[in-house]
């Protein structure tokens, strides 16, 4: 199986700074990197899919980068709804496995 | 507007079994990859399960040989019948489709919650 590493697991920041989360594969997934963000509650929702396209009707100020084993999920200017979880997940191949999770606060 | 609904959570004892349902509108549940995936109480997301278009199904091995997915085009509705429940099978429980290219989620249904204790 593939595991996948997020840093930090938590993350304090305030309205209007730029944030990134960073996740980690144990294997190469080549592009096949996908972040999801859940506010408490709801249902996860996809923000970046195939490691930096981002998914229709998804802010701008969200972008998706790397490949192979080492991916950054990054808000450029913090907005109050953005304060949620965010999880990245591999389609590389089965199982799909996904991060721990990033929990990013309001400081 | 693309929408998956979950039905059939509640509180079972272990070794009991449960259906979920989840019921898709202006999409067709069989033309589609779908999943299911879980959430234990305050932690992450596992991917449970996943059935091709075609019919070809895949499990996690934390629940192979006891939960099947399964679907009712007529119905539009997608399964997951779990037997042999055991405590660390509580969790919400999310209906997802899957993006057959990429094997992302695109739409995820509002989730449903399995609890398994005596």
């Known amino acids: 199986d593939i595991e996948m590493t997020q840093s930090p697991s938590s993350l304090s920041a305030s309205v209007g700074a730029r944030v990134s989360i960073t996740c980690r594969a144990s294997?190469?997934?080549?592009?096949?990197l996908n972040w999801y963000q859940q506010t408490p509650g709801k249902a996860p929702k996809l923000l970046i899919y195939?490691?930096?396209i981002l998914q229709s009707g998804v802010p701008s100020r969200f972008s998706g980068s790397g490949s192979g084993t080492d991916f950054t999920l990054t808000i450029s200017s913090l907005q109050p709804e953005d304060f949620a979880t965010y999880y990245c997940?591999?389609?590389?191949?089965?199982?799909?496995?996904f991060g721990q999770g990033t929990r990013l606060e309001i400081k | 507007e693309v929408q998956l609904v979950e039905s059939g959570g509640g509180l079972v004892q272990p070794g009991g079994s449960l259906r979920l349902s989840c019921t898709a509108s202006?999409?067709?549940?069989?033309?589609?990859?779908m999943s299911w995936v879980r959430q234990a109480p305050g932690k992450g997301l596992e991917w449970v399960s996943l059935?091709?278009?075609?019919?070809?199904?895949f499990y996690a091995d934390s629940v192979k040989d006891r939960f099947t997915i399964s679907r009712d085009s007529s119905k539009n509705t997608l399964y997951l019948q779990m037997n042999t429940l055991r405590p660390e099978d509580t969790a919400v429980y999310y209906c997802?489709?899957?993006?057959?290219?990429?094997?992302?989620?695109?739409?995820w249904g509002q989730g449903t919650l399995v609890t398994v204790s005596s």
């Open positions: 997802a489709r899957v993006v057959w290219s990429d094997y992302y989620f695109d739409y």
């Open positions: 202006e999409f067709t549940v069989s033309n589609n990859y």
């Open positions: 059935i091709y278009s075609g019919g070809a199904t």
């Open positions: 294997q190469t997934i080549y592009t096949s």
């Open positions: 195939a490691a930096s």
């Open positions: 997940q591999q389609s590389y191949s089965l199982p799909l496995t």
